[in-house]
């Protein structure tokens, strides 16, 4: 039964569709062509089009690879017209930049601009509540970077390409701050039992509590707090 169905069954339609076996040679030469155009494209758009992708530049590389792409296989997109877009690109992304060159509105119109979310172990509510940014994917960046509690952390800020840079404290200006281990956060407190540091689980806000109710935090007004750390960086 299933040697009658692979007999049957089309293997040219299902490797090759609607098109001929000899479109294969077309392919080949137009993925050629194609290679050598983003090649070039690439090249006039310089090593920072390629490094240190903003939002604008990241915007030009998939328009450009998908102009790249669909001549590659579909045969009734023309090499010509894909090359057109990818002049067009090029020469918007060209007159683009000029004009960020000139003007520094429309730089951050078009890039947008470094914002701080972290000053002096803390966090800075209103600019963290402007980025699409979760606080468990920003505690990830900043292990990946070696730290372990927010009191390490003199500022970071957020620049426009979305990484994230850090001035520390030095080890002897290391400050009591939100631990951001995994788990830490798991299971804050409401009562404080002993007298320490404490760090609200929200904003990062610490200052130190004795034992009674922990109360609300006096910057973001949450009521969550946990234990805060003060242990300094392992470089």
């Not at 102009?67 to 023309?78: H, I, L, N, Q, T």
């Not at 877009?85 to 918007?92: A, G, H, P, R, T």
């Not at 800020?157 to 290391?174: A, L, M, Q, T």
Request: net charge neutral; with cysteine; glycine share 8%.
């Amino acid at each position: 039964m299933l040697s009658i169905f692979l007999l049957k069954f089309d293997w040219k339609e299902l490797l090759m569709g609607q098109e001929e076996w000899s479109f294969l040679l077309e392919i080949a030469l137009r993925t050629i062509i194609m290679f050598v155009t983003i090649i070039f494209g690439l090249r006039i758009l310089g090593k920072r089009g390629v490094k240190q992708l903003s939002l604008f530049e990241l915007v030009v590389i998939i328009g450009l690879g998908s102009a790249a792409g669909d001549p590659m296989f579909y045969r009734e997109v023309g090499i010509i017209s894909s090359i057109l877009v990818f002049v067009l690109i090029i020469l918007m992304y060209t007159i683009v930049t000029y004009l960020i060159g000139k003007s520094k509105k429309f730089e951050t119109l078009v890039e947008g601009r470094s914002i701080c979310l972290i000053e002096n172990g803390e966090f800075s509510i209103e600019n963290f509540k402007k980025e699409n940014l979760g606080s468990d994917e920003f505690f990830a960046e900043l292990r990946l970077k070696g730290i372990s509690q927010l009191g390490q952390i003199e500022q970071a800020i957020e620049e426009v390409s979305g990484e994230i840079s850090v001035f520390y404290f030095e080890d002897e200006k290391v400050k009591y701050g939100l631990p951001i281990m995994p788990g830490s956060l798991s299971n804050p407190l409401y009562v404080i039992k002993e007298k320490a540091y404490y760090s609200c689980t929200f904003c990062g806000h610490t200052e130190e509590k004795h034992s009674g109710k922990a109360g609300s935090c006096p910057k973001c007004k949450k009521e969550e707090w946990v234990t805060s750390s003060n242990r300094k960086r392992i470089t």
